[in-house]
């Protein structure tokens, strides 16, 4: 099936550690994106690419680090440097069209202790 | 600065009425809009979309309008389903980037 999945689900860490949140699509999307939700707020960009090799920072990409070897894959790295990581990330896929849509995984819960 | 706004947290509406909710945007840039559907804990799930070169666009029970004068969308559901409770997100791109508002949680009464 197409998609994007995102692992783990759920992931504690210790505070200090850090920890790398996977997300692959096969979709043949161009761009993927990294978001992060907090409890009753919105969606805020951290990073995003539009093709391999490329990436952006979005709104709140301190203490977060990604990279785009793959077309397939995004990973998002939450470095000890980022204050507040306790957080529902999401990853996200679109094309680089115009009108074009972008879809989600899952999403991982990572807590920090 | 927030460019796309959600000013209402929250909305409950009775099984088999209409539900509306409500964005306004900033960017006049902006030139496709979303609406998501999204559970706790998962992740959000495409409902409708609508270009600017339009006015209304309807899928089933989803209706999305676009006043572009204003900088306004709504999106109404019609009839309600208890199946419909969630959290719903607006958001619009220009194409690189896609910017969410913050979420209104409808609750649909039985």
């Known amino acids: 099936d197409g998609g994007i999945t995102q692992s783990p689900k759920y992931l504690f860490r210790k505070e200090g550690q850090n920890v790398t949140l996977s997300c692959e699509q096969n979709l043949n999307h161009d761009a993927m994106y990294w978001y992060r939700q907090d409890p009753g707020q919105g969606l805020r960009l951290i990073y995003y690419s539009q093709i391999v090799n490329d990436f952006q920072k979005g709104d709140i990409a301190e203490g977060y680090s990604v990279s785009r070897e793959k077309k397939e894959s995004f990973p998002l790295t939450v470095t000890s440097a980022q204050k507040n990581p306790t957080a529902f990330y999401l990853c996200g896929s679109a094309g680089r069209l115009w009108g074009n849509t972008i879809y989600f995984g899952e999403g991982s819960w990572l807590t920090v202790v | 600065d927030q460019q796309v706004k959600q000013n209402s947290p929250s909305l409950s509406v009775q099984e088999g009425r209409i539900s509306i909710l409500n964005c306004d945007y900033t960017?006049?840039?902006?030139?496709?809009f979303l609406w998501y559907k999204k559970y706790p804990a998962e992740g959000p799930t495409f409902l409708i979309s609508i270009s600017s070169i339009k006015d209304k666009n309807e899928d089933g029970r989803f209706t999305v309008f676009l006043n572009k004068s204003a900088k306004h969308l709504s999106l109404h559901i019609v009839p309600s389903q208890p199946g419909d409770s969630a959290v719903y997100f607006c958001?619009?791109?220009?194409?690189?980037?896609?910017?969410f508002g913050t979420g209104t949680s409808l609750t649909v009464i039985p």
């Open positions: 958001a619009s791109t220009t194409g690189n980037q896609f910017y």
């Open positions: 960017n006049s840039m902006f030139d496709y």
